[in-house]
């Protein structure tokens, strides 16, 4: 069966600094891979899918960005937090574009 | 991606109760889901539903694509039935799952 796994489960980084979260999938090959984001309080809103490797389409433009080194490995980056970019991180994955989306367990980042 | 409306945004029932969450979509999809979010913030899948009615034990789910909504049936409701549902969908030949903001449900013992 399928597995997602996401780390770090919770992150406290300042201001400015350097963000890599990191998200793998087990048990099947080529997945579609997600990124969405939770604010406090409010819906999720997607940030970044990809379809294969190297394939990367964002949703919402801001100081993050998506790469997908391997089949199943999804990494989301900053090269310096704002305050903002604090939320819950929740990576998915789909068999396919028309299949149901599962989630990992996410990443509760505090930008301070 | 499509607008999700979800009703109502807050629940508070007493445990044993039943209760109805309603999800409307603004325009016809091919992937329906309903999700629960635990208050330690994960999403667990509760039914795939583009249409038709399924069961899971207490939970219940239909939905009318035609008409474009569906609605999540909690019977005999818990504690553990606590926290933050969501609906969701997607359009075909669309990759984005377009969340509705959430029904907060309470349940109190």
């Known amino acids: 069966s399928q597995t997602i796994h996401q780390w770090p489960a919770t992150l406290v980084q300042p201001v400015g600094s350097p963000l890599s979260l990191e998200c793998t999938v087990e048990g099947t090959s080529n997945p579609n891979l997600y990124w969405y984001r939770q604010a406090a309080g409010r819906g999720l809103q997607l940030l970044f899918y990809s379809v294969g490797i190297g394939q990367i389409s964002s949703e919402v433009p801001q100081n993050l960005s998506a790469s997908r080194p391997q089949d199943r490995q999804f990494i989301l980056s900053s090269k310096k937090l704002l305050l903002s970019d604090s939320g819950f991180y929740l990576c998915?994955?789909?068999?396919?574009?028309?299949?149901?989306?599962?989630f990992g367990n996410g990443t509760r980042l505090t930008v301070t | 991606g499509i607008q999700v409306e979800q009703s109502p945004p807050d629940l508070i029932l007493q445990e044993g109760a039943n209760s109805t969450l309603r999800c409307n979509f603004s325009?016809?999809?091919?992937?329906l889901q309903w999700f629960h979010q635990n208050p330690w913030g994960q999403l667990i899948n509760l039914f795939y539903i583009p249409s038709g009615t399924k069961q899971n034990g207490r939970l219940s789910a239909t939905t009318v694509a035609t008409e474009r909504y569906s609605l999540l049936y909690i019977s005999s409701s818990q504690t553990t039935d606590s926290g933050v549902y969501f609906c969701a969908g997607r359009r075909s030949n669309d990759y984005k799952l377009s969340f509705g903001a959430g029904t907060t449900v309470t349940v109190r013992a």
């Open positions: 998915a994955w789909s068999l396919t574009g028309s299949s149901p989306l599962h």
């Open positions: 325009d016809s999809v091919n992937n």
